[in-house]
């Protein structure tokens, strides 16, 4: 029997919502859900059945990111609280206009890095990204756009193309052609965002909203709906990352706006070598251990740029990136 006085209904009920308020939920009580929008504190997220729940996390969950996979339940009132964020394989945080840190998406499988013949095509640019994307890490989908416009790309800039994109390919990148004009490379691009949340990123004028537009409808028309609803609400806030899920096949698209370059800041040697494998391998045959591919006698990097089997952009920009950590 319990003891000491005999509480009123309106204290009993006290003493109930604070029992469960300091309870926490074993795992078993939480629901698994992603955050496919926020706003302020106000978070979308999708449960296991791909329902869309509007909810708010708990102070001591943290700031929580497009993407967060999280653990959920609903409180007394029938709203959705947010108890615990899982943990996170990668998080692409940029600084807002103020240099304060944004978070822009979490969990990002695939960075899609989208060039084209028009307006132009910079290998080093690409490869550039390509290393921000290994270093998130996330795996890269090199894809050209607009490949119905090669037929009429001059033919110095047509040679570079080609070559570059052959020479990712060589290397073991994943390299689609695309155009959105004739729907060349659509199923191909289909089977690489199956299964994996993917970003996509590059210059303006590539074809990135195109390419969404003719994507997205795999997103239901019911939860696109809803999502705009509800990042209307948010537009007095800036606007946040939104993770658009495909209807037919498991995966989602991150609309990152404001999201224009992928920067690098510390590149660890691991991460360069995964980039530059061509020049990793040759490496490996310098006289040095520590070879730094400038003048040291025995480097088999300069040997390979001499020989051409290693070009001397890449070699450049390799050291380049170097020097940054
Ligand atoms: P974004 O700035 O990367 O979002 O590029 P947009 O999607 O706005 O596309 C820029 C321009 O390129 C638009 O005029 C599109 O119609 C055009 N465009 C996009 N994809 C293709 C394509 O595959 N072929 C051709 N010829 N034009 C395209
Ligand atoms: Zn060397």
């Not at 309106?10 to 309870?23: A, L, N, P, S």
């Not at 822009?104 to 994307?133: G, H, K």
């Not at 303006?204 to 909203?209: A, C, E, P």
């Not at 995964?274 to 490496?283: G, L, Q, R, V």
Request: with cysteine; charged share 30%.
């Amino acid at each position: 029997m319990a003891r000491g006085p005999k509480l009123t209904k309106q204290q009993q009920r006290h003493v109930d919502r604070r029992r469960r308020v300091g309870r926490t939920p074993s795992g078993d009580d939480l629901l698994a859900g992603v955050v496919v929008a926020h706003h302020g504190h106000d978070l979308l997220i999708e449960d296991d059945a791909r329902e869309l729940h509007r909810g708010r996390a708990r102070r001591t969950v943290g700031r929580l990111a497009t993407g967060d996979r999280i653990r959920w339940c609903h409180d007394d009132h029938g709203h959705v609280i947010v108890e615990k964020r899982e943990e996170r394989s990668n998080l692409l945080v940029r600084p807002d206009a103020y240099g304060k840190k944004k978070l822009m998406a979490a969990n990002i499988d695939q960075v899609i890095i989208v060039t084209a013949p028009l307006p132009w095509m910079n290998p080093e640019v690409v490869e550039r990204t390509l290393v921000a994307v290994l270093a998130l890490p996330a795996r890269p989908l090199i894809l050209l756009n607009k490949a119905d416009l090669l037929g009429e790309t001059p033919p110095g800039e047509l040679e570079e193309i080609e070559a570059a994109l052959a020479l990712w390919q060589r290397l073991g990148f994943a390299v689609i052609r695309t155009s959105v004009k004739t729907g060349e490379g659509m199923d191909e691009l289909k089977s690489e965002l199956a299964g994996r949340s993917s970003l996509m990123i590059g210059l303006s004028g590539v074809g990135k909203t195109s390419l969404t537009r003719v994507i997205t409808p795999l997103a239901g028309d019911a939860a696109v709906g809803e999502i705009s609803a509800f990042n209307r609400e948010g537009m007095h806030t800036t606007r946040t990352s939104t993770l658009y899920r495909f209807a037919d096949m498991p995966g989602g698209l991150i609309d990152a706006p404001g999201l224009r370059d992928f920067p690098i800041d510390q590149v660890p040697e691991a991460v360069l070598d995964d980039a530059f494998p061509e020049i990793a391998e040759a490496a490996r045959y310098c006289r040095f251990n520590d070879c730094r591919h400038r003048n040291e006698p025995g480097c088999a990097v300069r040997a390979g740029v001499e020989e051409g089997t290693i070009l001397a952009r890449r070699l450049r920009q390799y050291q380049e990136l170097l020097k940054t950590d």
